[in-house]
């Protein structure tokens, strides 16, 4: 004898509106026959689904929080660059560099940064690819579409973390900083 039993039914009207008459067709077989849990077929495959869906917003949650640590990252320490280099930032503008000359320079060392941090973390997911796998659906773990539109998403927010500081370098007072 099973010990649980489970029954689909398909109807044209809402599954709550039929329950009392599946109730009764059951106890008309067997009156100690529990319904346990009735639900449509869309809360059985979201009960199903649950898991997949817990880990793919926890996912997302984490990649948000390490591209925000990333941006972070690159903000401090191109802050901390323009910081050390006030003086020749100054020095360079008392001698006629302009803000946009000024701004190139920060924004090439952010966009060095840039350029090694996608070159790694690009080997580094191919590397490590076979291991997300399974956690995959319908794309490919080398998907040409997915590494390019993180590396477009990482490089936004590594210049928009590069531009904050260079836009304060811009406003460095050459007299100031020769003092």
Known sequence: MPRSLMLAVKTGRAPSAILPAIRA??????????????????????NLNGPQRLATVLLTLFAGLALLLAAVGIYATISQSVAQRRNE??????????????????MADGLKVLVAGVAIGTGISLVAAHLLSRFLYRVSPTDPATLALAAVVL?????????????????????????
């Open 89 to 106: 930032i100054g020095i360079r503008m008392a001698l006629g560099a302009t803000a946009s000359d000024v701004l190139r320079a920060v």
């Open 155 to 179: 490089s936004c927010a590594a210049l928009l973390a590069s531009y904050l500081p260079a836009r304060q370098a811009c406003k460095i007072d050459p007299a100031r900083a020769l003092r």
């Open 25 to 46: 067709e059951v106890s008309a077989v067997d009156s100690e026959l529990p319904i346990v849990l009735p639900q449509s077929l869309d809360e059985a495959v979201s």
